[in-house]
């Protein structure tokens, strides 16, 4: 019978050899780019960046405004029965359905339904 003869050397050597063959393969198909999404219509992409509710849109105003804000006990829905920002004299209405109201107190969109102690009955 014909003995093989096994070496510690090739075997090492093989292990080394399929090791680096997976690693390239591995490189390979990671630099093809398969992890990349695919390119958004320019319109759906300003729609992303846009929130869908435009009374949540904080983004042009100041970290001193909004502590102002805050200050005043600005809050989006009113506890105060019949005191709102919408019959208050402070309160600047939207021009149309895609804005927010504003207030003169301070920047920021401001709610209807919203309500600060600032509150001041609108005369009429």
Same mark, same amino acid.
């Given at each position: ?7 510690? #050397?090739?075997?090492?050597?093989? =292990?080394?050899?399929?090791? *680096?063959?997976? @690693?390239?393969?591995? !490189?390979?198909f990671n630099s093809c780019g398969g992890n990349e999404k $695919? /390119?958004?219509? &320019? *319109?759906?992409?300003? *729609? &992303?960046?846009? $929130?869908?509710?435009? =009374? ?6 100041? /970290?001193?405004? @909004?502590?102002?804000?805050k200050n005043l006990g600005y809050v989006d829905q009113s506890?105060? $029965?019949?005191?709102?920002? %919408?019959? =208050? %004299?402070?309160?600047?209405?939207? /021009?149309?359905?895609?804005? =927010? %109201? #504003?207030?003169? @107190? !301070?920047?920021?969109?401001?709610? &209807?339904?919203?309500h600060c102690v600032q509150y001041v009955a609108k005369t009429?």
């Amino acid at each position: 019978m014909e003995q093989k003869e096994y070496s510690r #050397r090739k075997f090492i050597h093989q =292990c080394a050899g399929s090791g *680096a063959a997976l @690693l390239g393969t591995l !490189f390979l198909f990671n630099s093809c780019g398969g992890n990349e999404k $695919p /390119a958004e219509p &320019a *319109a759906k992409k300003e *729609a &992303a960046d846009k $929130p869908a509710d435009p =009374c949540s849109d904080f983004s042009g105003v100041s /970290a001193e405004e @909004l502590d102002k804000r805050k200050n005043l006990g600005y809050v989006d829905q009113s506890t105060v $029965p019949g005191n709102s920002c %919408g019959n =208050c %004299g402070l309160y600047i209405p939207p /021009a149309n359905d895609t804005e =927010c %109201g #504003r207030c003169l @107190l !301070f920047k920021g969109p401001v709610r &209807a339904e919203g309500h600060c102690v600032q509150y001041v009955a609108k005369t009429t």
